[in-house]
């Protein structure tokens, strides 16, 4: 028998905690629990166990059961991979992130679309994604789940696009007796309770806001085009009342918040208001490295090397918000799933919406090209190096971000690793989680 390579190991003075990057299960067993089964493990005599032997074994059985330990002839490579096909060959989930206009209201100083073209919809691309996705309806009846996600830009500067556009797809999805979900990804300053008030209608389940900091911080890198003013205070208001709104409940609502040299020691601050003020039940907190956009070098840019040191300091604050017990910069994510587009507002599409309006990740447009002739961006091969490295992340980091191997190498076919960071912070999470005296 051999341990699993999907495995994590931290170690605090007593205890050995184990945790499955693959099933994601932890478990804890004292070091002298531990040492006796890794030395079962790799193959020492009975004798030599100091501990009971039918209880080692027993342990054996439960860590065997949650897939710590696999027989020697278990080969993971292979079975992880094609489970992995199959996973992406079954999908039954169709996800349209679409973009109303590329134009934003806001001049924020590390918006990755600073420089590219402002479009705004032409309103006869409606009738052709709609075309586009009967289409691909058609010929894929295993699609169960739709989502359109609202991005920008700023999404909301045109609110009538939004409204047109969900009754076609509501009406669609209707015909087609397909169930779906909307969600929004919005600066939050236009946000108002009739806008929400239709979308809930028609299936609203997740809004997107971005706040950096308290009005010190956000106002100077969050502010109004033109004018420069801040933006703190309306977006606070819009979020405020949101959260009062009696059928907004069920709604899951996604604090961004963007980090950098600029802002990153001042978010714990932020934190502690925003739960004095709004509570941490009903916000889900993600944090998001900013990284340097294609069109210029961000000044503030925190180095993926020193992303770890940051992001467990605020993990270590997080104050009861919830967030993600894994830290990752890749993931099985939107561009990797096998029906996944961003149509820009000119109707060109791509897999991952980072890339919106750079040309070579262009992968198609609307007008032109059927949705299904648009190119995968999971590479299967990609895994070979990552197994070869008997790396543990792979579940949760599946080769890296196919932006970022754009930006690192102009190639997305190249792995974008960062396993040193990953195995930072995802030590330092787990330890924080479950070990006494962290
Ligand atoms: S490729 Fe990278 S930037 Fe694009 S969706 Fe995936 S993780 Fe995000
Ligand atoms: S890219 Fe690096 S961190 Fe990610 S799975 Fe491969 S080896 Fe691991």
Redesign the pocket.
Known sequence: MKWTMFMMKVESNKEVLLYNTYNRAVVILDKLEYNNINDLIHGKKVKEVQSNKSEVKSQIEKLREMKFIMEDETNEKEEYLKELKEFYENDDFLALLVLPTTACNFDCTYCYQKGIPLHVVNRNIIASIMSRIEELLEDNKEIKMTKIDFFGGEPLLNWNFIEDFTKEFSSLMRKRTIDYFLKLTTNGYLLDLNKINFLLKYNLQQIQITMDGLPEVHDKRRMLKGTHKGTFDRIFNNLKGLLDLKDARDLLILLRINFDYQNVDHIPDFLDFIKRELGVDNIEISFGQVTSPINFNYEYMIPFDEVPEHYIKLYKVRLGFTLSDTFTF??L????RKFSYVVAPNGDIYK????VGVDRMKEGNIYKNPLYKIRD?LFVDLYDECFKEKCPFIPICHTG????SFIRYGDIKKRDCHREEMKRINSEILKIQYLDGY
């Open positions: 890749g993931s994510c939107f561009a990797k991952c919406v980072s890339s961006y971000c196919r932006f970022v």
